[in-house]
Nanobody, 119 residues
Framework: QVKLVESGGGLVQPGASLRLSCVVS????????MAWFRQAPEKEREFVAG????????YYADSVKGRFTISRDNAKNSIYLQMSSLKQEDTAVYYC????????????WGQGTQVTVSS
C-alpha cells in the first residue's frame, strides 16, 4: 500500500526559504509521477509543482514559478520542494501527491504539512 509522508513545514517570515520533503513507500517509486499541491484556508486545493517519473521534466504554477523548485531523488524514494522568497499568500497546507502514470488524476496523497508565512 502506497504511503506518502511530508515533512519540513513551519512558520517563517516573508522572504525566507523553506524546504519540504516527501518520502514514498509501498510502491515502485520510479513508476510514479509526483507533485506538490497546497490548500489555503477557505480555498480549494491547487497544483503547485510537478515532476516526471525520472525527474527530467518539471512543471510549476505561475504563482510559484521562479521561486519554488521541485526535485526528486529516486534512490531515496523522495521528492522535495525548495521554496524561496516566500510570501504571505504561500501560507497553506502543502500535500505531496503521486500517480502511477504520466497523466491523469493523482491517486495517492500524504497527510499534509503546514507552511505559515507571517511577520
Amino acid at each position: 500500500q502506497v504511503k506518502l509522508v511530508e515533512s519540513g513545514g513551519g512558520l517563517v517570515q516573508p522572504g525566507a526559504s523553506l524546504r519540504l520533503s516527501c518520502v514514498v513507500s509501498g510502491v515502485t517509486f520510479t513508476r510514479y509521477s509526483m507533485a506538490w499541491f497546497r490548500q489555503a484556508p477557505e480555498k480549494e486545493r491547487e497544483f503547485v509543482a510537478g515532476v516526471s517519473r525520472i525527474g527530467g521534466s518539471t512543471y510549476y504554477a505561475d504563482s510559484v514559478k521562479g521561486r519554488f523548485t521541485i526535485s526528486r531523488d529516486n534512490a531515496k524514494n523522495s521528492i522535495y520542494l525548495q521554496m524561496s522568497s516566500l510570501k504571505q499568500e504561500d501560507t497553506a497546507v502543502y500535500y505531496c501527491a503521486g500517480r502511477n502514470a504520466s497523466y491523469g488524476k493523482y491517486e495517492a496523497w500524504g497527510q499534509g504539512t503546514q507552511v505559515t508565512v507571517s511577520s
